[in-house]
């Protein structure tokens, strides 16, 4: 069996995403999602310059030598882009091979560890009383688990939350615009949010929020310890990830549950986080974090730690890699929550999918493979859109992380 041909579909219904199709001789082909939100042309470049011509008369079957030849054999290794294609490489082959062999992904992995995946959303209002009504409505639409994010007064701007009453994408059309932050009024703000929470829905709830990097570790200890009555199922990305024992001071600090990762590219970016027991749940994607063969070794290594996965998972990532996501959470151990940020309904003009939710929970059947297909002529309607995530300052000027 060889690899005759690949090509990347790119497409935009709604938002961008980056397709890799990989094609055999025998007939069967593979997809892998290669977005990565505001650099899909990058990844695009990469794969089509470089991967492609290299790819083309491989055995498909022999996923572990590919995987190194991409990450190892290109010698200037890791990276987002990088990192991306070698991850919609890996899919794609994952789901040839579950194809040859006539079996859902999860068999291929070690079969099934549970039967259906929980999965957390966002509730994001403008303000705590409209952030608290959004939080009833994702409880009343069946959700178990809730991501809360608010604007905070005296802040124009707030990670994941809509200026209108449409679904929160960050990027915008065109180049990266300005956001202004101020990490006093955020903490000040904060557990005040929870406890009216809490207040209105009780301790039934799983609750979650999303720092987005942006304090710094004795920041982070404060606002974790802070939180510490509200019971929070993981605060995530409190500090940026880059200075690994950055972590160690919320630790010291704070028994609030700690999910990092969604920006990592490899295990090398948690070596320090899983010995030392520093987190509870990591977060790269299989789309970014080098596919189902890399994100194996990461889960078996968190597993020794007692550290569970909670896999990123918004809608700048494709139906493949959600379904390649859910077949992973159904195999391995160590499953903790999936992301779900459902996609609009004009995706599914492109993607036939294979889960579905319900009650809280995601459940994917048992077609072959990954078990998502691409509709190219459909997809071929929606042409690529250039779009770019922000940019962040303090208020008074200074460069920061978004």
């Not at 995946?117 to 639409?141: P, R």
């Not at 200026?163 to 059309?173: H, I, R, V």
């Amino acid at each position: 069996m060889k690899i005759t041909d690949a090509k990347v579909i790119v497409c935009s219904p709604g938002r961008n995403f980056v397709t890799l199709k990989i094609f055999t001789d025998e007939g069967i082909y593979g997809l892998g999602d290669a977005t990565l939100n505001g650099m899909e042309k990058a990844v695009v470049s990469h794969l089509e310059e470089y991967c492609i011509p290299a790819l083309k008369g491989k055995d498909p079957r022999n996923i572990e030598d590919i995987w190194h030849y991409f990450y190892k054999g290109v010698y200037w290794k890791r990276g987002s882009v990088s990192m991306t294609a070698v991850s919609a490489i890996d899919l794609a082959l994952w789901d040839i091979k579950a194809k040859v062999l006539g079996t859902p992904l999860y068999n291929m992995l070690g079969g099934k560890s549970r039967n259906k995946i929980l999965v957390y959303c966002h509730a994001n209002g403008k303000d705590s009383e409209e952030t608290i009504d959004k939080v009833g409505e994702k409880i009343k639409n069946g959700f178990r688990a809730v991501r809360v994010q608010s604007g905070i007064p005296g802040i124009d701007h707030t990670y994941g939350v809509p200026k209108d009453n449409k679904p929160y994408e960050p990027a915008a059309k065109g180049l990266a615009h300005e956001e202004y932050w101020d990490t006093s009024k955020y903490l000040n703000f904060l557990p005040s949010l929870f406890r009216k929470v809490r207040d209105v829905y009780g301790e039934n709830i799983h609750l979650l929020h999303d720092a987005h990097h942006r304090c710094t570790p004795i920041e982070a200890a404060r606002l974790a310890k802070e939180l510490e009555p509200f019971h929070l199922f993981w605060l995530e990305d409190p500090v940026s990830g880059e200075l690994q024992e950055g972590l160690r001071l919320i630790r010291k600090h704070s028994t609030t549950p700690v999910a990092i990762g969604e920006v990592f590219n490899t295990i090398y970016d948690y070596t320090t986080l899983m010995t030392e027991q520093l987190i509870d749940y990591i977060r790269m994607p299989l789309v970014h974090g080098g596919g189902i063969t890399h994100l194996l070794k990461v889960a078996a290594m968190a597993s020794v730690y007692h550290i569970q996965t909670g896999f990123h998972g918004a809608t700048d990532l494709s139906p493949v890699n959600l379904a390649a996501a859910l077949h992973f959470n159904t195999a391995i151990n160590n499953f903790g929550i999936q992301e779900y940020m459902p996609h609009q309904e004009i995706v599914n003009e492109v993607f036939k999918v294979n889960y579905n939710f319900t009650d809280g929970y995601l459940f994917i059947d048992d077609t072959h493979g990954i078990g998502v297909d691409i509709d190219e002529k459909k997809a071929a309607k929606y042409p690529y859109e250039k779009a770019s995530l922000p940019v962040n300052r303090k208020t008074n000027g200074t460069m920061f992380y978004w």
